[in-house]
């Protein structure tokens, strides 16, 4: 792992990561954030959705460093006695873990789709990428929150897990349609040039063309486009939250907490919103520096 | 000259600028979170609608700023016989189109109103028939003796029949299904202010009546009603000037305005009782890990979850204090209230415990539970205070919150294990909460707002019984025993009574009534 890691770093990537500061600085931010979600059990100081320990009597406290704050609530509470501070960890974790899935399954449908429609071509592509141009023809955020409220329709009263499956659905059913572009994109390039021939010759199935050949040769794009999608998956869920479809308010994400900040915004009690949203301008952000580095890098023009 | 000139012009400017504020000094413009649906007194039996359209329609029998009975289009009444009701007509009295107003109204209005289309049949459900006894006169026979007669008709609004007639309305039409007729933008009623433009969600503009048959006591000239949804919204109308009056106050607002200088807030008691109610009716609930059996047959599990809650915090965090726990399922200000019985069992998290040890989940259960979330003052948020409190018995609650339109026809269908209402008897009578919330479900609408299907035989016969005593002190005394046995059977969880949050502007002054009506009558500007 350690000699890995050591040979990663004098690759060209390592070396291109090494020499930009933006993207360790990304790095470092989108790294804390991570491991404060994914360790939030242990790095929180309160578990803000075991309900059975929120106190009413410690809702809407102020950060610590403003007058009636309590140190024990770094960045004060929300109308329930949450912890905002914990709460985020939480959020964050729930906000990360819906974009990462939604991310994965839209690669999977978008990659798989593309492959097909670029390598075999003729009426599935046309097929294919009529119905990408349709998708493409609604904002992102409508078809999530159609699919969204169809989910909701047929499961009424579903569990709470349901609830994050049908919101994992709807982003990753408009998102994998950029996949899918891109890879037919670059399959129609790969697929004329000799080594696809080649194989082809020697009698290699179709099948096996497309995934030990020209996946590997399409990979880079869709990489770059991944990572940029987990921010926008990331904000698509927030928003659906923020919209009331999303996260169920008893397991709050990040949207669902700036929502519920959102009536107090006047009020004078600002830190139940505002930040939530910093958070999420944090990761958001984090992310697409990353992203924007790793399509420089990846760019042999630019190198 | 010149100068002298552009002095005189200025000097005209002002004039005609202090004239213009003084004309708009007598405009009131109220912004409200929502629209009367219709302008149809007879089409949606709702608190927002009636108020509206009672400030241009009048009822026989009126309300005066106690929600005291007070005599509108009559002038009195009486009992003839046990069955049969009297009422003299007003006299003199002109509908804002000049036509007179005479029993024919009176007969055309009830007819009408427990008509086809009429959403207001649950308070002519009682009467045989309207007589006409000469010009002035009427006669109202119910079917058993019904003591509360004048109550009941005090939302029934009379309308002109020469007028509904003409403009082919003589029949309400029900908004809600898309279908609307000339009473829906129009009105023609004998009320203090008369209806002049009519854009639905947009404006509504009513201009006072000067030929009002009596006293108009405010001074406002005409009333601008907007409606203006968005929470922020209003508030920033309200303390930038663009409206004068607001409904509701957003509670963690109401110290900013409070504070302003420009406003202030008007809390009082909403007659309104908010309650949970649980499915004490089927033998496994729907949403529950429980299986085989219902958990809240047994009065154990109901008061455990009852003690469960912590109301006290409930009123002083979530409902930032503008709120009345209660224990009764009606609120003070209600024939029947009795203040002596408003004692709630005492909140304690270990004899929750114990009786649902008892009862047999010591480990506790999971329940789903449904909540709206916009229709009454923090409604999802007491749903999330009450399913901490219950996480601390060890009792885990599903929590689904979400928008009146999809909660309401949800939990009507008996679609709820658990579930969150508000409700204000519109006849001011403890007699409306027991017959639709807490008799046996019937096939004759009795209870049928009745959710959870709790059901006590002896509330039943009080109910009836009720309905027809003449005595009041008797009447009084049935009412208490009825609600005792509910509240010893944990029938619901009484929550409390919301308070109504009014923004008003400094420089108006009106009087806040406990239905949460707003009669434009008693508005006044300095």
Not at chain 1, 68 to 79: A, V
Not at chain 1, 91 to 115: E, P
Not at chain 2, 316 to 345: E, H, K, Q, Y
Not at chain 2, 385 to 401: D, I, P, S, T
Request: charged share 20%.
């Amino acid at each position: 792992m350690y000699k890995r890691l050591v040979k990663w770093f004098d690759s060209d990537l390592g070396h291109s990561f090494k020499s930009s500061p933006v993207a360790m600085g990304a790095a470092l931010l989108a790294f804390v954030c991570v491991f404060c979600a994914v360790f939030a059990p242990w790095v929180a100081p309160h578990n803000p959705f075991d309900l059975a320990t929120l106190e009413l009597g410690n809702a809407r406290l102020p950060p610590a460093w403003q007058a009636g704050g309590n140190p024990s609530f770094f960045l004060g509470t929300d109308d329930q006695g949450r912890d905002i501070l914990s709460a985020l960890m939480y959020g964050t974790r729930i906000s990360l873990a819906v974009g990462l899935a939604s991310v994965i399954l839209s690669v999977l449908v978008g990659v798989a789709l593309g492959l097909l429609a670029g390598f075999v071509g003729g009426w599935l592509d046309a097929f294919l990428m009529r119905l990408c141009d349709v998708m493409l023809s609604f904002p992102a955020i409508l078809v999530a929150l159609l699919i969204a409220g169809v989910g909701r329709a047929l499961f009424p009263n579903a569990h709470d897990s349901l609830a994050f499956g049908v919101l994992i659905l709807s982003i990753s059913l408009t998102g994998w349609v950029q996949y899918a572009r891109t890879v037919r994109g670059s399959t129609m390039v790969e697929r004329s040039k000799e080594y696809v021939q080649a194989a082809r010759v020697t009698g290699v199935s179709s099948a096996r063309i497309m995934r030990r050949h020209v996946l590997p040769n399409v990979l880079g794009p869709v990489l770059v486009l991944a990572t940029i999608q987990v921010a926008t998956a990331i904000i698509s869920e927030a928003t659906l939250s923020f919209l009331g479809v999303g996260a169920p308010p008893t397991s709050p994400s990040l949207g669902t907490l700036i929502r519920v900040g959102n009536d107090y915004l006047f009020s004078g009690e600002w830190w139940i919103t505002i930040f939530p949203g910093v958070m999420l301008v944090v990761i958001a952000l984090s992310v697409n520096l990353l992203g924007d580095w790793l399509r420089d890098a990846l760019n042999p023009r630019l190198r | 000259m010149k100068l002298i000139n552009s002095c005189a012009l200025s000097i005209i400017a002002t004039a005609s600028v202090a004239m213009l504020s003084v004309a708009s000094a007598q405009t009131v413009r109220i912004g409200n979170q929502g629209d009367a649906l219709s302008m149809d007194p007879h089409s949606l039996n709702e608190s927002l609608q009636l108020s509206v359209t009672g400030n241009v329609y009048e009822p026989l029998v009126g309300r005066d700023s106690k929600l005291q009975l007070t005599p509108a289009l009559a002038t009195g009444w009486k009992q003839t016989s046990p069955t049969v009701w009297r009422f003299e007509l007003r006299k003199g009295v002109k509908f804002h189109d000049g036509t007179a107003f005479t029993a024919d109204d009176v007969l055309f209005s009830f007819a009408r109103a427990a008509g086809d289309g009429s959403d207001m049949k649950s308070y002519t459900n009682d009467i045989k028939e309207v007589r006409k006894q000469g010009d002035h006169v009427v006669e109202i026979e119910t079917k058993s003796p019904f003591p509360i007669l004048p109550d009941v008709i005090s939302l029934v609004y009379i309308m002109s029949k020469q007028w509904a007639e003409a403009n082919q309305a003589t029949r309400p039409v029900d908004r809600r299904k898309g279908v609307e007729n000339v009473a829906s933008f129009k009105a023609n009623g004998t009320g203090p202010y008369r209806l002049r433009e009519r854009q639905p969600n947009v404006k509504t503009t009513f201009q006072r009546n000067g030929n009002y048959w009596g006293k108009i006591e405010g001074n406002v000239a005409e009333i601008e009603y907007t409606p203006i949804g968005n929470d922020a919204t209003r508030v920033a109308a309200l303390m930038s000037g663009q409206v004068d009056v607001i409904e509701p106050v957003p509670l963690q607002d109401v110290a900013r305005i409070n504070g302003s200088g420009k406003a202030k807030v008007m809390q009082g008691p909403e007659l309104r009782t908010i309650f949970l109610g649980m499915d004490q009716k089927r033998d496994e609930l729907v949403y529950s890990n429980v299986k085989g059996k219902n958990p809240f047959k047994d009065k154990r599990v109901r008061q455990a979850f009852y003690q469960a809650i912590d109301i006290n915090s409930i009123q002083r965090v979530v409902m930032r204090g503008a709120s009345t726990p209660t224990a009764l399922m009606v609120a003070p200000g209600i024939t029947g209230f009795d203040a002596a019985m408003n004692t709630r069992l005492p909140y304690d998290v270990e004899a929750a415990k114990k009786l649902l040890a008892d009862a047999g989940y010591a480990n506790g259960f999971e329940v789903g539970m449904n909540c709206p979330n916009d229709r009454y003052v923090n409604d999802s948020r007491i749903c999330e205070a009450v399913a901490a409190n219950l996480a601390r018995v060890g009792v885990k609650v599903n929590l689904q919150a979400e928008t009146k339109g999809t909660y309401f026809p949800k939990i009507l269908r008996r679609d709820t294990s658990f579930y969150l209402l508000g409700w204000t008897p519109g006849t001011y009578d403890s007699h409306n909460a027991l017959n639709a919330l807490m008799r046996c479900v019937d096939d004759k609408g009795g209870g049928q707002f009745n959710l959870g299907s709790y059901c006590n035989p002896k509330v039943d016969e009080l109910t009836n019984k009720i309905q027809s005593e003449t005595d009041k002190a008797k009447r009084d005394g049935m009412i208490k025993e009825a609600f005792k046995i509910h509240a010893d059977d944990v029938g619901h969880l009484p929550l409390h009574q919301q308070a109504l949050a009014w923004g008003v502007a400094s420089n108006v002054s009106l009087v806040q009534l406990a239905d949460n009506f707003m009669p434009f009558r008693y508005m006044s500007v300095k």
